[in-house]
């Protein structure tokens, strides 16, 4: 009923972080004591937004240097899905929206997702219902695009470095 859709670990903390697509949120939780430390989103979410909106149904995410970034499924309830990055203040229980990338024309994601921030500050999404792969710059430009035959999706993407 929560559709636990996404898992990382955060190791220097014992720390979980884990999607819950549908209520909306990612919550933090105690490697030790499996206790929840906080709730991004959702209806209860612990944290302030004071800028942009919460994901909805999101899917795929990571932890980056300036905070979460989330493949965000249901951007504007099914119209088309994002990707997304906040910054997070876990002292003042605050965040706010710094980045996101919506493509035109739209794509919606019913399922699945996947975004990955790249060491040159690019952002792999992953639009995987839809078939495509994007590379988007910090400025919003697509600087690499792969789309797959007519019915084709992607999974999650994990990047490897090429033979040396």
Excluded at 18 to 47: C, H, M, P, Y
Excluded at 51 to 57: H, L, W
Excluded at 93 to 101: H, Q
Aim: with cysteine.
């Amino acid at each position: 009923w929560s559709h636990a859709n996404a898992i990382d670990y955060i190791e220097e903390e014992d720390a979980y972080l884990l999607s819950l697509r549908n209520f909306n949120a990612i919550i933090k939780v105690d490697g030790e004591t499996g206790e929840i430390i906080w709730q991004f989103g959702g209806d209860d979410s612990d944290f302030e937004l004071t800028s942009g909106e919460f994901t909805t149904q999101q899917h795929q995410f990571e932890m980056t240097e300036n905070g979460l970034l989330v493949f965000d499924n249901s951007y504007r309830f099914g119209d088309t899905s994002r990707a997304v990055e906040y910054a997070i203040d876990e002292e003042t229980m605050t965040a706010e929206e710094i980045w996101s990338y919506v493509p035109s024309p739209g794509l919606y994601c019913f399922g699945l997702g996947d975004v990955h921030r790249l060491d040159d500050g690019n952002t792999v999404v992953t639009w995987s219902t839809s078939g495509q792969m994007d590379v988007i710059t910090p400025e919003g430009e697509v600087v690499w695009r792969m789309n797959g035959d007519l019915g084709a999706g992607f999974g999650y993407m994990t990047r490897i470095e090429p033979p040396q």
